[in-house]
């Protein structure tokens, strides 16, 4: 059985840190700062009330809000499910926002791989109260991806505002779902091992980064485009182990990559400081903006800075990317 990466990554890879190393790509090259550090375990993030950046702590169920001019870290949820400590990843993955309420997506913390709490979509009520609104994982179970899998409720990495729900991609089950706030649960649109990771939209159109299946070639990691029931559209490629997207001003996308995959072992992340913060080009090329992050899981564009987290719970800023 061919394993999907995404669904064992090792988020117990201790961080070195990250240096920026110039490069030669067509773009302009910047060199990342230091905002904030000590998160435990950065994943998904996004920008929230007051312009603020929210990330994602897995490692102790928690949300924190990060002040993009001071790099102040302050708690805005805790009391969602902890990642498990022996699978070394889940917990919470991603945050999302509509209005002002947020939503958490929780994974690997079900009974198939011996955790107790629900796979889904949590609405954070208050600082320390939830509601599950979607069992993601109990449908996920009840219907299984055509491609190979292992952990029956899948492994989630992302999810993004959609219409009346959201969108969530699962790397393990090689799908993006479609989650209505009634809790509903469907296949919005399933692909080859192609492992679909981070998100983002514009109006109907959503932009979505591949992992690429193992050994994760540069060539695989890409950003693509589609609608509900349109052809898929390639629109860059060249993102070794590509984990986000974002849209700039005047449609211009970004992609953040992980970095090179030396490991024999699936799952297991990107080797430290190789991770590149990238352009798309009109001729579906990739130029590199920055390099040399250490690991990095998502990245937010906030008055066009890029600020960039990575596994070991960083928060990196590279100014004027859009």
Same mark, same amino acid.
């Given at each position: 059985?061919?394993?999907t990466?995404?669904?064992l990554?090792?988020?117990?890879?201790l961080v070195?840190?990250?240096?920026?190393?110039?490069?030669?790509?067509?773009?302009?090259?910047?060199s990342?700062?230091?905002?904030?550090?000590?998160?435990?375990?950065?994943?998904?993030?996004?920008?929230?009330?007051? %312009? +603020?950046l929210?990330?994602?702590?897995?490692?102790e169920?928690?949300i924190?809000? @990060?002040?993009?001019r001071?790099?102040?870290?302050?708690?805005?949820?805790?009391?969602?499910?902890?990642?498990?400590?022996?699978?070394?990843?889940? %917990?919470?993955?991603d945050?999302?926002f509509?209005?002002?309420?947020?939503?958490a997506l929780v994974?690997?913390?079900?009974?198939?791989?011996g955790?107790?709490?629900?796979?889904?979509?949590?609405?954070?009520?208050?600082?320390?109260?939830?509601?599950?609104?979607?069992d993601?994982?109990?449908?996920?179970?009840s219907?299984?991806?055509?491609?190979?899998?292992?952990?029956p409720?899948? @492994?989630?990495?992302?999810? *993004?505002?959609?219409?009346?729900?959201?969108?969530?991609?699962?790397g393990?089950?090689?799908?993006?779902?479609?989650v209505?706030?009634?809790?509903? @649960?469907? *296949?919005?649109?399933?692909?080859?091992?192609?492992?679909?990771?981070?998100?983002?939209?514009?109006?109907?159109?959503v932009?979505?980064a591949?992992?690429g299946?193992?050994?994760?070639?540069?060539?695989?990691g +890409?950003?693509?485009?589609?609608?509900?029931?349109? $052809?898929?559209? *390639?629109?860059?490629?060249?993102?070794?182990?590509m984990?986000?997207?974002?849209?700039?001003?005047?449609?211009?996308?970004?992609?953040?990559?992980?970095?090179h995959?030396?490991?024999?072992?699936?799952?297991?992340?990107?080797?430290?400081?190789?991770?590149?913060?990238?352009?798309?080009?009109?001729?579906?090329?990739?130029?590199v903006?920055?390099e040399?992050?250490?690991? $990095?899981?998502?990245? *937010?564009?906030i008055?066009?800075?890029?600020?960039?987290?990575?596994?070991?719970?960083e928060?990196? +800023?590279?100014d004027?990317?859009?």
């Amino acid at each position: 059985m061919t394993k999907t990466p995404l669904a064992l990554w090792a988020l117990v890879v201790l961080v070195l840190g990250l240096s920026p190393v110039a490069s030669a790509g067509h773009a302009r090259t910047h060199s990342p700062t230091l905002l904030a550090a000590g998160l435990q375990g950065g994943l998904g993030s996004t920008v929230g009330p007051g %312009g +603020k950046l929210y990330v994602a702590e897995p490692r102790e169920g928690r949300i924190s809000r @990060v002040d993009t001019r001071t790099g102040a870290v302050t708690t805005f949820a805790s009391g969602l499910p902890k990642q498990i400590a022996a699978i070394g990843l889940g %917990g919470v993955m991603d945050v999302e926002f509509v209005g002002h309420t947020a939503y958490a997506l929780v994974t690997l913390v079900g009974t198939d791989v011996g955790g107790g709490d629900t796979v889904g979509i949590y609405r954070v009520n208050g600082p320390h109260s939830f509601t599950v609104v979607a069992d993601i994982g109990a449908w996920a179970a009840s219907h299984p991806p055509s491609t190979d899998y292992f952990v029956p409720t899948g @492994v989630q990495y992302a999810m *993004e505002r959609y219409r009346d729900g959201f969108l969530v991609t699962d790397g393990h089950h090689n799908r993006v779902l479609r989650v209505k706030d009634d809790g509903s @649960v469907s *296949e919005f649109r399933a692909f080859g091992d192609i492992v679909p990771t981070g998100l983002a939209l514009r109006g109907n159109e959503v932009y979505m980064a591949e992992a690429g299946p193992i050994p994760h070639l540069p060539q695989d990691g +890409k950003i693509v485009s589609f609608r509900a029931g349109s $052809p898929v559209t *390639e629109q860059a490629a060249g993102g070794p182990l590509m984990v986000d997207v974002e849209l700039g001003c005047g449609h211009r996308l970004f992609g953040l990559a992980q970095g090179h995959w030396s490991d024999t072992d699936p799952g297991t992340p990107a080797d430290p400081n190789t991770g590149q913060l990238l352009a798309a080009s009109r001729d579906g090329s990739m130029s590199v903006i920055a390099e040399g992050l250490n690991q $990095p899981t998502s990245f *937010e564009l906030i008055d066009g800075d890029a600020y960039v987290v990575t596994l070991g719970g960083e928060v990196w +800023k590279v100014d004027d990317v859009a």
